[in-house]
């Protein structure tokens, strides 16, 4: 009986992760066509895709170390309903660089209170043989309402534009927050395994649960870089293959979304793999065939159609297959009394460099592309490059996470 009552509250928790997360995906859905509406640099375009990280990395610290003190749903409700408005705002007031620059940061800030707190009420109620699977239902969670995102926003663009995509699917979170009210239960203190909460530099000596952080950096790295680039690839792939623009981001976003849902169930699977093999193991397989693949992506922009929507399909299963384990590897590492202090660390950290990788990604697409080519094109014809970046940075998280096998 405990345990159905757990995992229906873990589907309402799901269920509103799901919400939270529709306004995402919805800048990367629509990059191309902002870069021309707006007359963006790829490095431009990066930065505003990378505010909503840099928003996340100014308010998670704070947000996640409060959980140490305050009851984690507090801290949610309040985020969620910021999301939304915050998102509400950018539909209506977002004009070019500096606008959707500022607006994007807002909305990162209502994030860092939603997906972190959240994994934490996920990992008080679960023991530690059931928490992998918990823990990647929930981040499958995520997963799903990204790739939502990515849907919703690039179908509601074909018919209404993208301020009222951006208008509908920043309803998400305020939806979450009314279910989050009242299918959460009681806003009760967060736990405490010992008397007293220990600080930030006993968090830093403790080096396992830092090797695990260094390697969720290094996913970080390698996903979001792919999340802010891949519908711009796909459209070029596209465009190269005669398609309309129009046509071709609402197909790459759809492609995306479908990519993205594919990550929800095998990052699940990851997680239940992690219970049965071992956390570090299962990681490092992982995070072997994924950075192979950010290796080879980029080139296949000659390749048929078909072949490189396979290849892209893989990738969407492999870029987030570890995501759940790498946080359950986390938690488990953490100190009594510092859960709430460790969560923030990897948050931090994880989060800058998802929020690095994507602009470096612009840069080396504007240098290795001619400087007219959106004129002469209409698309980047180079991007192996940008994506062996995000191979690199991937790879060396195997590095961080290998002596964990022990």
Request: hydrophobic fraction near 50%; charged fraction near 10%; proline fraction near 3%.
């Amino acid at each position: 009986m405990v345990f159905d009552e757990r995992f229906r509250w873990l589907f309402w928790l799901s269920l509103i992760e799901i919400g939270t997360m529709l306004p995402f995906s919805n800048y990367s859905a629509l990059l191309p066509i902002f870069q021309k509406e707006w007359t963006l640099t790829s490095s431009q375009a990066g930065w505003i895709y990378s505010s909503y990280q840099i928003g996340y990395i100014l308010a998670v610290v704070v947000l996640s170390s409060l959980t140490d003190i305050l009851p984690s749903k507090i801290i949610y409700l309040f985020s969620a309903l910021w999301s939304g408005i915050a998102g509400i705002l950018f539909s209506l007031f977002a004009k070019g660089f500096s606008s959707a620059l500022i607006l994007r940061t807002l909305m990162g800030i209502g994030f860092a209170g939603t997906y972190m707190p959240g994994l934490r009420m996920v990992s008080e109620r679960f023991s530690s043989q059931e928490r992998g699977l918990a823990v990647g239902i929930y981040v499958g969670a995520f997963t799903l309402g990204v790739a939502l995102s990515l849907f919703l926003t690039g179908f509601l663009h074909s018919i209404l534009g993208w301020q009222w995509s951006f208008f509908i699917t920043s309803l998400g979170p305020i939806g979450g927050f009314w279910i989050a009210l009242f299918k959460l239960g009681r806003a009760t203190p967060p736990k405490k395994e010992i008397g007293y909460t220990i600080s930030f530099k006993e968090v830093l000596k403790n080096r396992p649960a830092l090797r695990m952080i260094l390697g969720y950096a290094a996913h970080m790295w390698e996903m979001f870089g792919m999340r802010a680039w891949i519908v711009a690839f796909l459209t070029a792939c596209f465009l190269k293959a005669n398609y309309h623009l129009e046509r071709a981001v609402s197909l790459s976003a759809m492609v995306t979304g479908v990519m993205t849902l594919g990550g929800a169930f095998s990052n699940t699977l990851g997680g239940f793999l992690s219970d049965r093999y071992g956390r570090a193991s299962t990681i490092i397989w992982v995070m072997m065939a994924s950075s192979l693949v950010s290796c080879i992506i980029g080139w296949s922009i000659q390749f048929p159609i078909w072949l490189i929507l396979f290849i892209s399909l893989l990738y969407g299963l492999l870029v987030v297959a570890d995501s759940s384990s790498i946080s359950t590897g986390i938690t488990e590492f953490a100190l009594p009394g510092g859960l709430g202090k460790t969560m923030a660390l990897q948050s931090f950290l994880g989060w800058a460099s998802a929020s690095i990788s994507p602009i470096l990604f612009g840069f080396i697409l504007d240098v290795t592309n001619p400087s007219d080519a959106l004129v002469t094109y209409g698309y980047f014809p180079y991007w192996g490059w940008a994506f062996v970046m995000l191979g690199i940075g991937g790879g060396l998280g195997i590095i961080s996470v290998w002596n964990l096998k022990k």
